[in-house]
Nanobody, 122 residues
Framework: QVQLVESGGGLVQAGGSLRLSCAAS????????MGWFRQAPGKEREFVAA????????YYTDSVKGRFTISRDNAKNTVYLQMNSLKPEDTAAYYC???????????????WGQGTQVTVSS
C-alpha cells in the first residue's frame, strides 16, 4: 500500500502563498499519476490539479488556473502544489492522491493522504 503524507498547510492572508508537499513511501511519483484535491467545510471534495507520470499532462480546475502550479520531483518521491495569490475561498483540507491515469475524476485515485489544512484569511 502506497502511503502519502501531505505537509505545508497553514494559515495565510489573502494574496499570500503556500507550497504543499506530498511525500510518497515509494516510487509513486514516477509510477503513478498524482492529483491534488480539496474539501471545504460542508462541501464535497473537489479536484484541484493533476500531473501525469511523465509530467507531459497537467490539469487544473478553472478556479486555480494561473495561481496554482503542480510539479513533482521523482528523485524525492514528492509532488508539490505551489499556491499563489491565495483567496479565502481556497480554504480547505488539501489531499494528494495517486492513481494509474491522470484524471480529474476522484474515483480513479486509489491511494490518498490524510490531508493538510489550508486557511486563507481575508
Amino acid at each position: 500500500q502506497v502511503q502519502l503524507v501531505e505537509s505545508g498547510g497553514g494559515l495565510v492572508q489573502a494574496g499570500g502563498s503556500l507550497r504543499l508537499s506530498c511525500a510518497a513511501s515509494e516510487r509513486t511519483t514516477s509510477t503513478f499519476a498524482m492529483g491534488w484535491f480539496r474539501q471545504a467545510p460542508g462541501k464535497e471534495r473537489e479536484f484541484v490539479a493533476a500531473i501525469s507520470r511523465s509530467g507531459s499532462q497537467i490539469y487544473y480546475t478553472d478556479s486555480v488556473k494561473g495561481r496554482f502550479t503542480i510539479s513533482r520531483d521523482n528523485a524525492k518521491n514528492t509532488v508539490y502544489l505551489q499556491m499563489n495569490s491565495l483567496k479565502p475561498e481556497d480554504t480547505a483540507a488539501y489531499y494528494c492522491a495517486a492513481g494509474t491515469v491522470v484524471t480529474v475524476r476522484e474515483t480513479e485515485y486509489r491511494n490518498w493522504g490524510q490531508g493538510t489544512q489550508v486557511t486563507v484569511s481575508s
